[in-house]
């Protein structure tokens, strides 16, 4: 427990990539992470169908956590691990850099390492730890994408057929009928990501209905 008898203001950062997986997990053992360590959970950002590879103004979770940091409200930011915060190295490095600069630290669950010490100045061991965390988080988003598109080139070399078998998808206007939520998100100016974010549904589903819209 801290030493301090105040508890420390902390925000928790949570994000998964599809709106189908879940974030109670990683919820639940970064707040039992604070109650072990006596800090107090001011926040819970979340972030469900959203890509690490999303551009900043798609991260809202980001931009929640910024300003409690800009509005003195916390002292440290909890994710679960490093490529929870980003798979983008200049997002993630902005993001701590930003942080270290209203004196809130960066703690990562995994390794159990934050970016600031005790006395408020950063941490060097953490810095790089953080460097090579995050060259991995982004080179393994790059090396399942390799794989997954060598898997489908050598499918197509082999003459296999690709995506649903046919007959299997709905018609356009039933399509359509059954994901009206989506167009409406869509002809309202929503990006893919936000528009599967907002109605629960999956980004490939909305890019069905856009490709639909265009026939």
């Given amino acids: 427990m801290e030493a301090s008898t105040v508890p420390v203001p902390v925000a928790i950062l949570v994000r998964v990539s599809t709106a189908k997986q879940e974030t109670t997990r990683q919820i639940t053992e970064l707040k039992s992470l604070a109650d072990l360590k006596g800090w107090q959970v001011i926040a819970v950002c979340e972030e469900a169908g959203v890509s690490g590879r999303a551009n900043e103004h798609e991260r809202h979770g980001l931009h929640e956590i910024e300003e409690l940091a800009c509005a003195g409200k916390i002292k440290k930011v909890l994710v679960h691990e490093v490529s929870r915060l980003a798979r983008r190295n200049s997002l993630v490095h902005k993001f701590v850099e930003t942080m270290e600069e209203l004196g809130v630290s960066l703690y990562w669950h995994a390794q159990g390492v934050e970016t600031l010490m005790s006395n408020g100045k950063r941490n060097p061991a953490a810095a790089i730890m953080l460097a090579l965390l995050a060259e991995m988080a982004r080179n393994e988003v790059e090396t399942l994408s390799t794989r997954i598109k060598s898997g489908l080139a ?54 069905r209905i856009i490709a639909a819209l265009a026939a």
Avoid: C, M, W
């Avoid at 078998?165 to 939520?181: M, N, T």
């Avoid at 893919?192 to 109605?199: D, E, F, G």
């Fill in 154 to 207: 050598e499918a197509r070399r082999k003459g296999r057929r690709l995506g649903r078998p046919p007959g299997s998808g709905l018609e356009r206007s039933k399509l359509l009928a059954k994901h009206r939520d989506i167009i409406r998100l869509v002809k309202a100016g929503q990006s893919v990501r936000n528009a599967a974010k907002i109605s629960g549904k999956g980004v490939s589903t909305v890019q």
